[in-house]
């Protein structure tokens, strides 16, 4: 009776001390990948022990989680994969052995951004962290429209983008590389990432009439130009110089067929 309690006692104080020691740790802060290339989620147990007879789980933290991979009974077991990351996950078998159980995504899409969960389960011990990843993505190339002429002289150009994720800051700039004011920039969001689309009105600066479209990120800047010929600029006072002098003739017509009204009485369809 006292040989059994004091083997379980020997039993349970090693338990304890088992799992008092072991913790699975990741990284501190989030990670940033880009759509399209490979991303390994750090996730492995300190101090270094073979996880190759433990299970271990990635999920992906929803409102209800998803499994994106599970080792079990020394084998990656795929029947619950959840189906959008089929083929696309790994662990790296000979790193297992040193308590390394981080996971290889390859390639990284724009929809895996979000909180995933790395848990490694032993017969006598858990723990689990969180990794938090965060997934840039270059959207098309911007393309940069004429819309029409402001009331003051000036061209109204609108510059658009999609497919970025986050949203990226959109400048427009003159030929110097000075940021010019322009209105707010207009966001809209759909399943390829964000859209963009920011206008602005310019003058004739007689010098240059060069103009950029700049799209940033942390990670990824793209440009459009746009070069206006100043004869663009005065196609707008002919065009002004046209209305008005349409205004003066149809006034004159008025004019003088009040006066014919007035003078011979005659019906005018007006
Ligand atoms: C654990 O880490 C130590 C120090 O880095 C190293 O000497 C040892 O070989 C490692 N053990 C395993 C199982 O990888
Ligand atoms: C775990 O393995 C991956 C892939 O080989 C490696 O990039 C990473 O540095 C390893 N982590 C540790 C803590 O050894």
Redesign the pocket.
């Known amino acids: 009776m006292m040989v059994v309690g004091v083997t379980l006692l020997i039993f349970y104080s090693f338990m304890e001390s088992h799992s008092e020691q072991l913790k699975v740790v990741g990284p501190e802060a989030s990670l940033d990948a880009v759509a399209g290339e490979n991303l390994v989620l750090p996730c492995f147990i300190k ?2 022990t ?1 996880a190759v007879d433990m299970t271990v789980e990635w999920l992906r933290l929803e409102e209800m989680p998803l499994l994106v991979h599970r080792y079990r009974d020394h084998a990656d077991r795929y029947e619950k994969q959840t189906p959008s990351y089929r083929g696309r996950t790994s662990l790296f078998k000979e790193e297992l ?2 308590g390394n159980a981080s996971l290889k995504l390859s390639p990284v899409r724009v929809s895996d951004e979000g909180e995933y969960k790395c848990l490694i389960e032993d017969k006598s011990w858990y723990d689990d962290i969180i990794v938090h990843i965060r997934v840039e993505a270059q959207g098309s190339h911007p393309v940069i429209t004429m819309e029409s002429y402001d009331n003051s002289g000036g061209v109204n150009l609108v510059c658009e983008s999609r497919g970025w994720n986050p949203e990226p800051d959109v400048l427009w700039l003159n030929s110097e590389g000075d940021p010019l004011p322009a209105e707010e920039t207009q966001i809209d969001r759909d399943t390829e990432g964000f859209s963009v689309k920011r206008r602005i009105t310019v003058h004739d600066y007689s010098d240059s009439n060069r103009f950029y479209c700049r799209l940033q990120q942390k990670h990824h800047m793209i440009e459009a130009e746009v070069i206006i010929n100043s004869k663009v600029f005065e196609a707008w006072k002919w065009d002004v110089g046209i209305s008005v002098s349409a205004c003066l003739i149809t006034l004159g017509a008025i004019i003088t067929a009040v006066i014919c009204y007035k003078k011979g009485n005659l019906k005018i369809p007006l």
Do not use: A, E
């Open positions: 101090p270094n073979s052995q040193k």
